[in-house]
């Protein structure tokens, strides 16, 4: 089928507008992270794509060792949100992988709590902001506020809905008989699970884990409510990235943003490997 | 020595009723196939035999103890699945030692006993290659490899060749065939091929959502089915089932006279009519028209006849199998 050139000229420039969409505010962002205080401060705005003085002045301006004389050194650097964005989202997707994993295999294999799909929806149903006061009460009770491990908590809890639900659909499309044939041949349910089912999931494993992490990194308002100064992740310390004398430190915020690219696309590409593998591709007949 | 009993074994899921009362009794080294339309309940009968269902009633006895209480590890049975079910994250080597990792052999005796299973299946050359990377006929054999490879007391195979072309599957079932007699085991064999359960079962089961409707040898159940169920499911091309008055010499009480094929006389004549040959080389298939009802005949050698042709019938009165309102076979 030929198209006619008209049409195919529409398309590509649909997806031109679409990558554009995409990418010009990334792309503005890494040239802001890289420009000198004096272009990206509004007053000496003239926009250019590329800085004129590359610098990574803003980088070191976030970890304190800026020596610039035209903005305020910071109070707090950015070494320890960026250490509490890690913590805790790491820990809050490794609490929604275990438990949601456990979850949709319990109720995939042995049907146990049926109704724990439903529950989990409903978890869903509105949207987290909705519970935050209560939380808020109940982790001041657990003294978890400003912690990174009551964030963590809260994240686990937050995202175990996609997890489980990710993983129930992969669980039930692998055919039993692969886990009743180790069963067969003297394994334990234990060690079907472990050295079948497991191995098996590496792939689905490895795409859900992204994408809770993806959530858990990219969260801003449960943070901004249950962290203050210890532990504010990133999204939060970047809020507070201004000065009274400059305004918005728009360099030192791109920056930041910079460096917070750098985990999901660290993690994305580790575990592209095992996203394109299929699921029992050759296990089976056919 | 393995005899595996069936005593009244009954299993549903819901409403569906799989296995339905079902008692028979496999006994020790014998080849013994299960066969039946799809969704007769078969691979249901393997799996309660493996453990990996339970009977809603009735008991399954191996070597006379109830086996309700052991699990499908201490069964110490092998399994073919019916798709095939081999670990798509383990090479082929991989995949036929499991079982005898999982169960501790000795390093040097797993070597032998895997040297030993790849010869046997020539698949020597393949061990290597993960399961995607083989073709449906090499997973077959691998899948076999795998029960193979242990020593379990009975093998269980539920249509472990039904991938390959008609001619590597006659080749594979006689060297099935040998493959249990060499084994010494009892082998309990699945297939939807009449004409290959017929070719290796010492006995088998003709099944009928979740019944057994006959258990014999193959030439038994050939020559005296006990319904018109079983007759019909045996050979090809299939027995015909004609009203009483059709043949003479057939009996006036039954309802349906069942003549096979072979057993149909053809000679120039009256009364029936020639409407379809297909000639098959060592001999040709007649379709017959007669008296409103169709039937087939199997001659030997090449045709001697022509559509359109008119043609008499006839068959001996000791070929002809009588069966009754219910479709059972009347007694003689
Ligand atoms: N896990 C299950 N849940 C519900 N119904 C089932 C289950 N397994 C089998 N059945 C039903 O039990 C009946 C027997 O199924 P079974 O798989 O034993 O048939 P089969 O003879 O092996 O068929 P096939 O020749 O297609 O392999 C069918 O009606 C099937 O739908
Ligand atoms: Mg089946």
């Known amino acids: ?286 | 020595m393995a005899e595996i009993a069936f005593v009244n074994v009954t299993k549903r899921y819901g409403n569906t009723v799989a296995v339905d009362g079902a008692s028979f009794t496999v006994a020790d080294n014998e080849f013994f196939c299960l066969f039946g339309p799809p969704l007769c309940g078969k691979t249901t009968i393997l799996r309660l035999i493996l453990g990996l269902e339970t009977p809603d009633s009735g008991e399954i006895l191996i070597d006379d103890r109830p086996v309700t209480h052991v699990g499908p590890a201490e069964r110490n049975i092998a399994m073919v699945f019916q798709n095939l079910a081999l670990f798509p994250h383990m090479t082929a080597e991989q995949n036929i030692r499991f079982p005898l990792v999982e169960r501790r052999v000795p390093e040097a005796r797993i070597r032998e006993r895997l040297a030993h299973a790849a010869a046997k299946l020539h698949i020597g050359h393949i061990l290597h290659k993960h399961p995607a990377q083989l073709s449906g006929g090499e997973r077959q054999r691998v899948a076999i490899a795998r029960a193979l490879v242990r020593d379990p007391i009975a093998f269980l195979m539920d249509d472990p060749i039904s991938a390959l072309d008609a001619r590597l599957r006659e080749e594979a079932r006689v060297e099935l065939k040998r493959l249990q007699r060499e084994a010494g085991r009892t082998l309990i064999y699945v297939t939807h091929d009449q004409e290959e359960a017929m070719s290796v079962a010492d006995r088998m089961a003709i099944l009928d959502h979740g019944r057994i409707r006959q258990i014999g040898a193959p030439v038994a159940l050939y020559d005296r089915p006990n319904s018109a169920y079983v007759a019909q499911l045996l050979g090809s091309p299939p027995i015909n089932l004609l009203p009483p008055g059709l043949l003479p010499g057939a009996r006036a009480d039954a309802v349906q006279v069942g003549i096979r094929p072979e057993d149909v006389e053809v000679r120039p004549g009256a009364g029936a009519r020639v409407t379809g040959v297909e000639p098959l080389g060592g001999y040709t298939v007649l379709t017959i028209e007669a008296q409103g009802a169709s039937l087939r005949a199997m001659l030997r050698g090449q045709p001697a006849y022509a559509p359109g042709q008119s043609i008499a019938i006839g068959a001996a009165p000791e070929r002809m199998h009588f069966f009754g309102p219910e479709g059972e076979r009347l007694a003689s």
């Open chain 1, 1 to 286: 089928m030929t198209r006619s050139p008209l049409i195919e000229l529409l398309r590509y420039a649909a997806i031109l507008l679409a990558v554009a969409i995409t990418l010009v505010p990334i792309l503005w962002m890494v040239s802001i992270a890289f420009k000198p205080v004096a272009e990206w401060q509004a007053a000496g705005a003239d926009l250019t794509w590329i800085p004129r003085d590359p610098t990574l002045e803003n980088f070191r301006y976030l970890f304190g060792r800026s020596d610039s004389a035209l903005i305020v050194a910071l109070e707090r650097t950015a070494t320890r949100p960026i250490l509490a964005s890690i913590l805790a989202a790491s820990f809050g997707t490794l609490i929604a992988m275990t438990a949601g994993t456990a979850a949709a295999y319990g109720l995939s294999r042995f049907g146990a709590g049926a109704n724990l799909p439903l529950a989990l929806i409903q978890l869903r149903l509105f949207p987290p902001m909705a519970v935050m006061i209560p939380v808020m009460i109940m982790w001041a009770f657990l003294s978890l506020m400003d912690t990174w491990w009551g964030l963590a908590l809260i994240y686990g809890i937050v995202t175990l809905p996609f997890a489980f639900w990710l993983m129930k659909t992969f669980f039930d499309d692998m055919p039993r008989e692969i886990e009743e044939a180790a069963l067969v041949e003297g394994c334990t349910r234990l060690r079907v699970f472990l050295k079948v089912t497991l191995p098996m999931m590496r792939a689905p494993l490895a795409s859900a884990t992204l994408f809770v992490f993806i959530l858990n990194w990219s969260d801003y308002l449960v943070a901004l409510l249950l962290t203050t100064r210890q532990w504010a992740t990133i999204p939060v310390y970047m809020a507070s990235l201004s000065s009274s004398m400059t305004g918005q430190l728009y360099g030192a915020k791109a920056a930041l943003g910079l460096i917070a690219a750098v985990p999901p696309v660290i993690l994305g590409i580790l575990i592209q490997r095992h996203l394109v593998r299929g699921l029992t591709f050759g296990a089976l007949k056919q």
